[in-house]
């Protein structure tokens, strides 16, 4: 017996299951399922995003519909029409083999008429947002007094939107013998209202804390000055060459300017906000799934509804005003157990909203130094030699090797490796070389995190005997390491605890750790010839000790190394700077939009001029930010 089958679901749902490919049910499946098929019970399920919750009220449900009435049976309630739509898609897979069973989406910006339609022509189970339903309630075209479950998903986030009169109006109208399950990530006072008004003696489930962040997900943070954002924004991207993330603004200016000044310098990116048309809203949506952009910057209420599994980073350009915020914005990233991070870029004067933050959340952060400009250097210089590496030969080049030949004649190996790197290395180097320091002074939190003690760390090849030290391993995400998997390694193969390692960056091809300078010799002495499935595995010191993603290494020995790598996207020469095909804008580029005249992926940190630099970044940064402070949780 499958642990599917083990939860109470019959045949025609487990074979749905086999053809999804689901093998393993989720903690809240396991917990909500057997609840829900037991018998007519209200429930409370907490969870954060990723975790499986529509299946988890998915498949109860439709077991307990009757496909021979056609009467609405089920309504389930989602804050958005991107959730909607995914929540019908996913419950029509779901009863792919159930006979007459019929799910149909209501949201705005469709037609109201076909909607209508569809639902008189037999639906059982309706997903809707609270807007599109009122109407459709209002106008008569929709029948929910009759529906035995209703289903508020992500219930916090339908309520932070100001859904709270609409969402108490459609279940007024609702038989009060129904069930009622309630899917939420936190349990603000709001939900617990909704709870207490229209639910009989509900049981409650938590998957993990309450209202606490996913254990999947590293939380970091960069202390820098006003003005210099949006510059260590850049830093942070061209750090992670592969980075494919959401940054939240707080307000639709700076997520229009902050998107528009990405797009400028080369970046893949689209703004997503309420001022964006339905039609913008799904093109730019459409181009991140497909990856065609890698930076989303997104107002808290346009990216409710984003279920996107493999977000590698949430970077908080700016913080929240409420703690419960910050929950569902670093809930978009480490999903589907998968590891994530989520950055945020803060000043000084606001690192006391981190500790209220750790509070509420139950996890601590770990305070970084934004990158220098070399350490990009070096990293981007390693993804590009990997690039190199992995590259396919088309088989056309032959016809023109001769000649090619002809021209590198007199180069020895090296020389032309030096050459070749330099192409794309010397734009790097020439746009960072003596940029200055972004992290602002006194940022360490003194008696927190000892991570603040990286001074240990020098370049004489000695080992240190305090502080923290910082090293490199030449294993990363090539090697199927995230940087869960890569501490849990480090930890057993070390036999030591679990808060020893730490700022653990794992790059494409290699990655680096740091631990207490205590642990150093052990550490040495251990990854002397250490071998993985016949492969050395190298652990050296970093001379760099940033901390921040990069570091030269001090020491000879160089074994397989690699760089940081990720999707290839091009970059040419543009009158000196990172350059290719000047981008072409197209109309809908200023709401967010954008338009490769090429047609080509471009990749992080492209583009730029060397009239733009950084200290022009973060004046535009700082001219934006002028918009008035509320007050709120913090």
């Keep these: 017996m499958t642990k599917f089958e083990a939860l109470g679901l019959k045949k025609t749902l487990l074979d749905a299951i086999v053809d999804m490919g689901f093998e393993t049910p989720s903690e809240v499946q396991e917990m909500a399922i057997p609840i829900l098929l037991e018998g007519d019970t209200d429930l409370v399920a907490l969870a954060q995003t990723g975790t499986g919750k529509t299946a988890a009220f998915g498949f109860p449900l439709i077991q307990k519909i009757d496909a021979n009435s056609k009467t609405t049976q089920g309504l389930i309630l989602s804050p958005t029409r991107e959730l909607c739509m995914q929540i019908t898609n996913e419950m029509q897979a779901y009863s792919k083999y159930e006979r007459g069973i019929n799910v149909v989406a209501v949201y705005g910006g469709a037609s109201i008429t076909d909607q209508a339609r569809q639902i008189k022509r037999g639906a059982q189970i309706v997903v809707a947002t609270p807007g599109r339903m009122k109407d459709m309630m209002s106008r008569g075209l929709v029948d929910i007094s009759k529906i035995d479950v209703c289903i508020l998903d992500e219930a916090d986030e339908m309520l932070n939107m100001g859904f709270y009169e609409d969402i108490k109006e459609i279940l007024s109208d609702t038989p009060k013998e129904k069930n009622t399950w309630l899917f ?18 509900p049981q409650e489930i938590t998957v993990g804390t309450k209202n ?28 992670h060459p592969d980075i494919f993330s959401v940054i939240f603004c707080r307000t639709k200016r700076d997520t229009q300017k902050v998107a528009e000044s990405l797009i400028e310098d080369g970046y893949n990116a689209g703004a997503l906000h309420g001022d964006l048309s339905q039609n913008q809203r799904d093109l730019v949506m459409n181009a991140f799934r497909k990856k065609q952009i890698q930076m989303l910057v997104a107002t808290d209420v346009a990216a409710r509804g984003i279920d996107v599994d493999d977000i590698t980073h949430v970077i908080n350009y700016q913080l929240p005003d409420e703690i419960e915020t910050y929950t569902h914005r670093s809930g978009r990233t480490g999903r589907a157990g998968k590891s994530g991070t989520s950055m945020v870029i803060i000043t ?16 601590k952060f770990i305070t970084k130094n934004i990158p220098s400009g070399m350490e990009i250097c070096e990293i981007q ?4 030699a990997n690039k190199i590496k992995d590259t396919e030969v088309n088989a056309q080049v032959e016809a023109y090797l001769p000649a090619i030949t002809k ?13 070749v790197v330099s192409v ?7 746009y960072y070389n003596k940029t200055k320091d972004l992290n602002a002074s006194g940022s360490d939190r003194g008696d927190r995190d000892d991570r603040n003690s990286d001074r240990g760390n020098n370049n004489s090849g000695e080992i240190p005997t305090s502080g923290a030290v910082r090293y490199f391993i030449n294993v990363g995400e090539k090697d199927d390491y995230d940087w869960m998997s890569l501490k849990d390694f480090l930890r057993d193969t070390l036999e030591v605890g679990q808060d020893d390692i730490f700022k653990v960056d794992v790059k494409e091809s290699f990655s680096f750790f740091n631990t207490d300078a205590s642990i150093t010799p052990k550490i040495l002495e251990t990854f002397k010839d250490f071998k993985v499935e016949g ?26 190394r690699g760089g940081g790598g990720g999707r290839d996207r091009s970059r040419g020469g543009d009158s000196g700077g990172y350059g290719g095909k000047k981008r072409e804008r197209s109309s809908s ?46």
């Design 424 to 430: 794309e290395f010397t734009r790097f180097f020439n």
């Design 184 to 201: 939420s990530a936190t349990m603000p006072k709001e939900v617990a209202t909704i709870a207490k008004k229209f639910m009989r003696n």
């Design 535 to 560: 492969r050395f595995v190298n652990v050296e010191i970093s001379s760099n000790p940033g901390g921040g993603g990069g570091g030269s290494r001090s020491g000879s020995r160089d074994r397989n």
């Design 381 to 384: 210089l390693y993804h590009l």
């Design 589 to 634: 580029s200023s709401k967010g939009g954008f338009k490769d005249d090429s047609g080509s992926k471009r990749r992080s940190g492209g583009n730029r001029s060397n009239s733009r630099s950084e200290s022009k970044g973060g004046s535009k940064e700082s001219s934006g930010g002028k918009s008035k402070r509320r007050s709120g949780f913090f």
């Design 212 to 239: 606490s962040g996913a254990s999947t997900v590293q939380h970091e943070y960069y202390v820098v000055g006003g003005r210099d954002r949006y510059p260590a924004l850049k830093r942070l991207a061209d750090t």
């Design 348 to 363: 000084r004067s606001e690192l006391r909203k981190i500790k209220a933050i750790e509070n509420k959340i139950g996890q």
């Design 407 to 419: 021209v590198f004649e007199g180069i020895d190996r090296d020389e032309l490796i030096k050459k």
